[in-house]
Protein backbone atom coordinates (compact mmCIF):
# COMPACT_ATOMS: atom_id res chain seq x y z
CA UNK A 1 0.00 0.00 0.00
CA UNK A 2 3.02 2.23 0.66
CA UNK A 3 4.25 1.94 -2.93
CA UNK A 4 0.61 2.69 -4.07
CA UNK A 5 0.72 5.92 -2.02
CA UNK A 6 3.91 6.88 -3.14
CA UNK A 7 2.85 6.25 -6.69
CA UNK A 8 0.58 8.53 -6.62
CA UNK A 9 2.33 11.39 -4.56
CA UNK A 10 4.67 11.19 -7.84
CA UNK A 11 1.55 11.79 -10.22
CA UNK A 12 -0.27 14.11 -8.57
CA UNK A 13 3.89 16.36 -7.83
CA UNK A 14 3.59 15.85 -12.03
CA UNK A 15 0.09 17.15 -12.39
CA UNK A 16 1.51 20.48 -10.70
CA UNK A 17 4.89 20.68 -12.10
CA UNK A 18 3.82 21.11 -15.54
CA UNK A 19 2.11 24.13 -15.91
CA UNK A 20 4.99 25.98 -13.28
CA UNK A 21 7.30 24.95 -15.37
CA UNK A 22 5.65 26.37 -18.52
CA UNK A 23 4.97 29.55 -16.32
CA UNK A 24 8.65 29.98 -15.57
CA UNK A 25 10.36 29.68 -18.44
CA UNK A 26 7.84 32.41 -20.08
CA UNK A 27 8.87 35.02 -17.61
CA UNK A 28 12.42 33.72 -18.65
CA UNK A 29 11.81 35.76 -22.30
CA UNK A 30 9.95 38.77 -20.45
CA UNK A 31 12.72 39.98 -18.05
CA UNK A 32 14.60 41.10 -21.43
CA UNK A 33 11.42 43.89 -21.60
CA UNK A 34 11.07 46.56 -18.84
CA UNK A 35 10.19 45.08 -15.51
CA UNK A 36 6.85 46.89 -15.60
CA UNK A 37 5.98 44.91 -18.59
CA UNK A 38 7.51 41.78 -17.60
CA UNK A 39 5.39 41.96 -14.40
CA UNK A 40 2.28 42.58 -15.73
CA UNK A 41 3.02 40.31 -18.67
CA UNK A 42 3.95 37.05 -16.50
CA UNK A 43 0.42 38.24 -14.41
CA UNK A 44 -1.32 37.93 -17.95
CA UNK A 45 0.21 34.83 -18.64
CA UNK A 46 -0.22 33.06 -15.62
CA UNK A 47 -4.04 34.08 -15.78
CA UNK A 48 -4.35 32.82 -19.24
CA UNK A 49 -2.84 29.45 -18.31
CA UNK A 50 -5.17 29.19 -15.21
CA UNK A 51 -8.05 29.80 -17.77
CA UNK A 52 -7.10 27.68 -20.31
CA UNK A 53 -6.21 24.83 -17.68
CA UNK A 54 -9.35 25.24 -16.06
CA UNK A 55 -11.35 25.22 -19.36
CA UNK A 56 -9.06 22.24 -20.75
CA UNK A 57 -10.43 20.64 -17.11
CA UNK A 58 -14.15 21.16 -17.83
CA UNK A 59 -13.97 20.03 -21.36
CA UNK A 60 -12.74 16.67 -20.63
CA UNK A 61 -15.39 17.25 -17.73
CA UNK A 62 -12.66 16.05 -15.51
CA UNK A 63 -10.72 18.16 -13.04
CA UNK A 64 -7.36 16.31 -13.10
CA UNK A 65 -6.55 16.94 -9.17
CA UNK A 66 -9.98 15.51 -8.45
CA UNK A 67 -9.28 12.48 -11.30
CA UNK A 68 -5.91 11.74 -9.50
CA UNK A 69 -7.87 11.87 -5.97
CA UNK A 70 -10.18 9.15 -7.31
CA UNK A 71 -7.35 6.64 -8.83
CA UNK A 72 -5.91 6.91 -5.43
CA UNK A 73 -9.17 5.96 -3.58
CA UNK A 74 -9.30 3.09 -6.51
CA UNK A 75 -5.61 1.83 -5.81
CA UNK A 76 -7.37 0.62 -2.22
CA UNK A 77 -10.96 0.29 -2.92
CA UNK A 78 -10.83 -1.40 -6.27
CA UNK A 79 -11.01 -0.41 -9.84
CA UNK A 80 -14.67 0.12 -10.30
CA UNK A 81 -14.16 0.73 -6.52
CA UNK A 82 -16.43 -2.40 -5.71
CA UNK A 83 -14.49 -3.07 -2.63
CA UNK A 84 -11.06 -4.81 -2.24
CA UNK A 85 -10.97 -8.44 -0.23
CA UNK A 86 -7.23 -8.17 0.82
CA UNK A 87 -5.35 -8.03 3.80
CA UNK A 88 -8.37 -5.66 5.43
CA UNK A 89 -11.43 -6.00 4.21
CA UNK A 90 -11.77 -2.51 1.98
CA UNK A 91 -15.37 -1.75 1.34
CA UNK A 92 -17.25 -0.79 -1.75
CA UNK A 93 -18.29 2.83 -2.05
CA UNK A 94 -19.54 2.11 -5.51
CA UNK A 95 -22.73 3.39 -5.66
CA UNK A 96 -22.73 4.74 -2.50
CA UNK A 97 -25.18 7.56 -0.78
CA UNK A 98 -23.08 10.53 -1.49
CA UNK A 99 -24.18 12.32 1.87
CA UNK A 100 -23.44 9.02 3.64
CA UNK A 101 -19.61 9.10 2.24
CA UNK A 102 -18.92 12.61 2.55
CA UNK A 103 -20.64 12.40 6.44
CA UNK A 104 -18.02 9.46 7.02
CA UNK A 105 -14.95 11.47 5.30
CA UNK A 106 -15.56 14.15 8.20
CA UNK A 107 -16.25 11.59 10.92
CA UNK A 108 -12.41 10.18 10.27
CA UNK A 109 -10.83 13.83 9.95
CA UNK A 110 -13.25 14.76 13.12
CA UNK A 111 -11.98 11.10 15.49
CA UNK A 112 -15.55 10.16 14.75
CA UNK A 113 -14.76 7.32 13.37
CA UNK A 114 -11.91 5.86 14.21
CA UNK A 115 -9.63 4.08 11.41
CA UNK A 116 -5.77 5.09 10.92
CA UNK A 117 -5.65 4.46 7.05
CA UNK A 118 -9.10 6.56 6.49
CA UNK A 119 -7.35 9.06 8.69
CA UNK A 120 -4.47 9.82 6.85
CA UNK A 121 -6.00 9.72 3.47
CA UNK A 122 -8.89 12.18 4.71
CA UNK A 123 -7.46 14.80 6.72
CA UNK A 124 -5.62 16.62 4.03
CA UNK A 125 -8.98 16.68 2.05
CA UNK A 126 -10.29 20.18 1.13
CA UNK A 127 -13.88 20.09 1.94
CA UNK A 128 -14.68 20.98 -1.39
CA UNK A 129 -12.77 17.89 -2.34
CA UNK A 130 -14.77 15.62 0.11
CA UNK A 131 -17.55 16.96 -1.40
CA UNK A 132 -16.24 16.28 -5.45
CA UNK A 133 -15.62 12.98 -4.06
CA UNK A 134 -18.52 11.52 -2.15
CA UNK A 135 -20.75 12.94 -5.50
CA UNK A 136 -18.11 10.54 -7.64
CA UNK A 137 -19.31 6.96 -6.54
CA UNK A 138 -22.97 7.42 -6.84
CA UNK A 139 -23.50 6.40 -10.57
CA UNK A 140 -20.81 3.52 -10.34
CA UNK A 141 -22.96 -0.51 -10.35
CA UNK A 142 -19.84 -2.86 -10.51
CA UNK A 143 -21.25 -6.48 -9.75
CA UNK A 144 -20.92 -7.24 -5.61
CA UNK A 145 -17.80 -9.10 -5.22
CA UNK A 146 -19.59 -12.16 -3.77
CA UNK A 147 -17.36 -15.01 -1.90
CA UNK A 148 -20.00 -15.03 1.12
CA UNK A 149 -21.39 -18.53 2.41
CA UNK A 150 -24.59 -19.03 0.27
CA UNK A 151 -26.49 -20.97 2.86
CA UNK A 152 -26.94 -18.25 4.96
CA UNK A 153 -28.31 -16.01 2.73
CA UNK A 154 -32.40 -17.05 3.17
CA UNK A 155 -31.98 -16.43 7.08
CA UNK A 156 -30.36 -13.10 6.34
CA UNK A 157 -33.05 -11.90 3.95
CA UNK A 158 -35.20 -12.86 6.90
CA UNK A 159 -33.91 -10.48 9.60
CA UNK A 160 -33.16 -7.50 7.10
CA UNK A 161 -36.66 -7.51 6.38
CA UNK A 162 -38.03 -8.51 9.67
CA UNK A 163 -35.44 -7.76 12.02
CA UNK A 164 -35.20 -9.82 15.36
CA UNK A 165 -38.28 -9.17 17.03
CA UNK A 166 -36.95 -11.61 19.91
CA UNK A 167 -33.91 -9.51 20.76
CA UNK A 168 -35.84 -6.39 20.15
CA UNK A 169 -33.78 -5.73 16.33
CA UNK A 170 -35.27 -3.32 14.44
CA UNK A 171 -36.24 -4.23 10.57
CA UNK A 172 -32.98 -3.18 8.78
CA UNK A 173 -35.15 -2.69 5.54
CA UNK A 174 -36.91 0.60 8.13
CA UNK A 175 -33.57 2.33 7.66
CA UNK A 176 -31.69 1.02 4.83
CA UNK A 177 -34.64 1.11 2.40
CA UNK A 178 -36.22 -2.26 1.09
CA UNK A 179 -33.53 -2.90 -1.19
CA UNK A 180 -31.02 -1.60 0.87
CA UNK A 181 -29.47 1.39 -0.85
CA UNK A 182 -30.03 3.51 1.63
CA UNK A 183 -30.60 7.30 1.93
CA UNK A 184 -28.90 10.37 2.80
CA UNK A 185 -26.78 9.92 5.98
CA UNK A 186 -27.54 5.92 5.78
CA UNK A 187 -25.44 4.12 3.64
CA UNK A 188 -26.40 1.61 0.83
CA UNK A 189 -25.55 -1.55 2.34
CA UNK A 190 -26.20 -3.71 -0.83
CA UNK A 191 -23.34 -5.41 -2.25
CA UNK A 192 -20.91 -5.08 0.45
CA UNK A 193 -18.35 -6.88 1.27
CA UNK A 194 -19.07 -9.68 3.70
CA UNK A 195 -15.77 -9.42 5.95
CA UNK A 196 -16.14 -6.07 5.59
CA UNK A 197 -19.68 -6.17 7.19
CA UNK A 198 -19.23 -8.37 9.70
CA UNK A 199 -16.30 -6.51 11.11
CA UNK A 200 -18.29 -3.20 11.30
CA UNK A 201 -21.19 -4.88 12.94
CA UNK A 202 -18.50 -6.16 15.74
CA UNK A 203 -16.55 -3.40 16.14
CA UNK A 204 -19.41 -0.97 16.18
CA UNK A 205 -19.17 0.81 19.72
CA UNK A 206 -15.18 0.85 19.16
CA UNK A 207 -15.17 2.54 15.80
CA UNK A 208 -18.21 5.01 15.67
CA UNK A 209 -19.21 7.77 17.76
CA UNK A 210 -16.08 8.31 19.43
CA UNK A 211 -16.08 12.16 19.41
CA UNK A 212 -18.42 12.86 22.51
CA UNK A 213 -17.97 16.54 22.01
CA UNK A 214 -19.51 15.51 18.36
CA UNK A 215 -22.81 12.96 18.73
CA UNK A 216 -24.20 11.80 15.44
CA UNK A 217 -26.26 9.61 13.44
CA UNK A 218 -23.85 6.55 14.29
CA UNK A 219 -25.52 6.13 17.63
CA UNK A 220 -28.63 4.94 16.26
CA UNK A 221 -26.96 1.59 14.75
CA UNK A 222 -25.48 0.83 18.14
CA UNK A 223 -28.05 -1.21 19.68
CA UNK A 224 -28.89 -2.90 16.42
CA UNK A 225 -25.14 -3.72 16.26
CA UNK A 226 -25.57 -5.33 20.17
CA UNK A 227 -28.18 -6.88 19.92
CA UNK A 228 -27.09 -8.88 17.07
CA UNK A 229 -25.57 -12.63 17.99
CA UNK A 230 -22.45 -13.73 15.62
CA UNK A 231 -24.49 -15.87 13.52
CA UNK A 232 -27.16 -13.09 12.80
CA UNK A 233 -24.50 -10.62 11.71
CA UNK A 234 -22.71 -13.11 9.64
CA UNK A 235 -26.48 -14.35 7.72
CA UNK A 236 -27.28 -10.54 6.99
CA UNK A 237 -24.05 -9.79 5.71
CA UNK A 238 -23.79 -12.76 3.19
CA UNK A 239 -27.37 -11.87 2.31
CA UNK A 240 -26.86 -8.19 1.68
CA UNK A 241 -22.97 -8.96 -0.48
CA UNK A 242 -24.24 -10.53 -2.70
CA UNK A 243 -27.48 -8.16 -3.58
CA UNK A 244 -27.36 -5.55 -6.23
C1 LIG B 1 -4.44 2.85 1.51
C2 LIG B 1 -5.74 2.29 1.22
C3 LIG B 1 -6.91 3.27 1.08
C4 LIG B 1 -6.97 4.37 0.26
C5 LIG B 1 -5.91 4.95 -0.66
C6 LIG B 1 -8.32 4.89 0.42
N1 LIG B 1 -9.03 4.13 1.32
FE1 LIG B 1 -10.91 4.50 1.95
N2 LIG B 1 -10.83 2.89 3.21
C7 LIG B 1 -9.72 2.06 3.36
C8 LIG B 1 -10.01 1.07 4.38
C9 LIG B 1 -9.08 -0.04 4.86
C10 LIG B 1 -11.32 1.34 4.83
C11 LIG B 1 -12.11 0.56 5.90
C12 LIG B 1 -12.05 1.28 7.20
C13 LIG B 1 -12.82 0.54 8.27
O1 LIG B 1 -12.71 -0.69 8.35
O2 LIG B 1 -13.54 1.20 9.04
C14 LIG B 1 -11.79 2.49 4.08
C15 LIG B 1 -13.05 3.07 4.26
C16 LIG B 1 -13.51 4.17 3.57
C17 LIG B 1 -14.80 4.78 3.76
C18 LIG B 1 -15.91 4.31 4.67
C19 LIG B 1 -16.89 3.51 3.81
C20 LIG B 1 -18.10 2.99 4.53
O3 LIG B 1 -18.83 2.20 3.92
O4 LIG B 1 -18.33 3.36 5.68
C21 LIG B 1 -14.87 5.83 2.89
C22 LIG B 1 -16.04 6.79 2.71
C23 LIG B 1 -13.64 5.87 2.15
N3 LIG B 1 -12.81 4.85 2.59
C24 LIG B 1 -13.37 6.77 1.14
C25 LIG B 1 -12.15 6.86 0.47
C26 LIG B 1 -11.85 7.85 -0.53
C27 LIG B 1 -12.83 8.90 -1.03
C28 LIG B 1 -10.55 7.65 -0.90
C29 LIG B 1 -9.72 8.46 -1.88
C30 LIG B 1 -9.54 9.87 -1.55
C31 LIG B 1 -10.06 6.51 -0.15
N4 LIG B 1 -11.06 6.05 0.66
C32 LIG B 1 -8.79 6.01 -0.25
C33 LIG B 1 -8.54 2.14 2.65
C34 LIG B 1 -8.20 3.13 1.74
C1 LIG C 1 -32.93 3.03 13.07
C2 LIG C 1 -32.30 3.00 11.76
C3 LIG C 1 -31.40 1.82 11.44
C4 LIG C 1 -31.69 0.47 11.53
C5 LIG C 1 -32.98 -0.19 12.03
C6 LIG C 1 -30.55 -0.23 11.02
N1 LIG C 1 -29.58 0.67 10.64
FE1 LIG C 1 -27.71 0.22 9.97
N2 LIG C 1 -27.23 2.19 9.91
C7 LIG C 1 -28.08 3.22 10.24
C8 LIG C 1 -27.36 4.48 10.12
C9 LIG C 1 -27.92 5.86 10.37
C10 LIG C 1 -26.04 4.14 9.72
C11 LIG C 1 -24.87 5.13 9.49
C12 LIG C 1 -24.09 5.22 10.79
C13 LIG C 1 -22.94 6.18 10.76
O1 LIG C 1 -23.04 7.27 10.22
O2 LIG C 1 -21.87 5.81 11.33
C14 LIG C 1 -26.00 2.70 9.60
C15 LIG C 1 -24.86 1.99 9.23
C16 LIG C 1 -24.81 0.62 9.10
C17 LIG C 1 -23.64 -0.13 8.72
C18 LIG C 1 -22.27 0.44 8.38
C19 LIG C 1 -22.10 0.40 6.88
C20 LIG C 1 -20.76 0.83 6.40
O3 LIG C 1 -20.62 1.00 5.18
O4 LIG C 1 -19.83 1.00 7.20
C21 LIG C 1 -23.99 -1.45 8.72
C22 LIG C 1 -23.09 -2.62 8.40
C23 LIG C 1 -25.39 -1.52 9.07
N3 LIG C 1 -25.86 -0.24 9.31
C24 LIG C 1 -26.10 -2.70 9.12
C25 LIG C 1 -27.41 -2.80 9.58
C26 LIG C 1 -28.12 -4.05 9.73
C27 LIG C 1 -27.56 -5.41 9.34
C28 LIG C 1 -29.34 -3.75 10.25
C29 LIG C 1 -30.45 -4.70 10.63
C30 LIG C 1 -30.10 -5.83 11.50
C31 LIG C 1 -29.39 -2.30 10.41
N4 LIG C 1 -28.21 -1.75 9.97
C32 LIG C 1 -30.46 -1.60 10.93
C33 LIG C 1 -29.39 3.11 10.61
C34 LIG C 1 -30.06 1.92 10.88
Known amino acids: MRARKAMHASDEAMVLRVPRAR ?56 PSAQGYRGYFPIPRLAGQQPEYLENQLRAFIEHRRTNNIMFNVAHSLSPAMIAALAANFRDLNPSPLGGAPRGLVATGKRIFEDGVPDANVAACAACHGPNATGSGQIPRLAGQLYPYLINKLTNWDKERGQNPVRPDISAVMSPVAHSLTKPQMEAVAAFLSYLR
Open 23 to 78: AAASNGRRKRQSLKLAVAGSVLLAGFLFITLSATGRAGSADPSLEAKINYCKDCHG
